[in-house]
Nanobody
Framework: QVQLVESGGGLVQPGGSLRLSCAASTRILLSMGWYRQAPGKQRELVATISVNDITRYADSVKGRFTISRDNAKNTVDLQMNSLKPEDTAVYYC?????WGQGTQVTVSS
C-alpha cells in the first residue's frame, strides 16, 4: 500500500500563496489528486492530474491553483495563488484508495 505524506500547509493572508507537496512511498504512475475538507462540509475534489499530465480543476480554483507532478521524485504539488478565506480546509493527497493524513491551510487576515 502506497504511503502519501503532505506538507506545505499553513496560515496565509487573503491574496497570498502556498505550495503543497505530496510525497509518495512508491512510484506514482497513476492519476493523482488533491482534495479538501472544510469544517462541517464534505470532502471535495480540488484538482487531479493524469499519468500523461492531463489536469482537471474544481471551478472554484480554476485560474488560481496549479497541480503538477514529478514522476522521478514521486511527488505531486499544488501551487495555490490568490488564496481566499473560503479555501480554508484540510487538504488531502490521493492516489486510488490511498490518502495522506492531510495538511491544514488557513486563509485569514
Amino acid at each position: 500500500q502506497v504511503q502519501l505524506v503532505e506538507s506545505g500547509g499553513g496560515l496565509v493572508q487573503p491574496g497570498g500563496s502556498l505550495r503543497l507537496s505530496c510525497a509518495a512511498s512508491t512510484r506514482i504512475l497513476l492519476s493523482m489528486g488533491w482534495y479538501r475538507q472544510a469544517p462541517g462540509k464534505q470532502r471535495e475534489l480540488v484538482a487531479t492530474i493524469s499519468v500523461n499530465d492531463i489536469t482537471r480543476y474544481a471551478d472554484s480554483v480554476k485560474g488560481r491553483f496549479t497541480i503538477s507532478r514529478d514522476n522521478a521524485k514521486n511527488t505531486v504539488d499544488l501551487q495555490m495563488n490568490s488564496l481566499k478565506p473560503e479555501d480554508t480546509a484540510v487538504y488531502y493527497c490521493n492516489r486510488g484508495l490511498a490518502w495522506g493524513q492531510g495538511t491544514q491551510v488557513t486563509v485569514s487576515s
